[in-house]
């Protein structure tokens, strides 16, 4: 299961242009801006609040919100 965080900031590798996660539908996560990606992306997107790719969080979640 993919760790995400409604709210939060993601951002690719190379870019510095943060996309705040709005909700997920399925294997898509969709962002505020319009912009979403599939779930193979996004696990190598970086999560802003920790600075580490989604794929390195560890943290088990029970539920999501």
């Known amino acids: 299961m993919i760790n995400y965080h ?8 190379r870019d510095n242009k ?19 990606c599939s779930d193979t992306i ?6 802003v609040k920790t600075g580490r790719p989604v794929n390195e969080d560890l943290q088990m979640e029970l539920f999501k919100n």
């Open 6 to 13: 409604i709210g939060e900031g993601y951002k690719y590798e």
């Open 18 to 36: 943060i996309f705040k996660l709005k909700e997920v539908s399925g294997y898509l996560f969709l962002f505020e801006c319009g912009h979403w």
């Open 42 to 47: 996004f696990i190598n997107l970086i999560r």
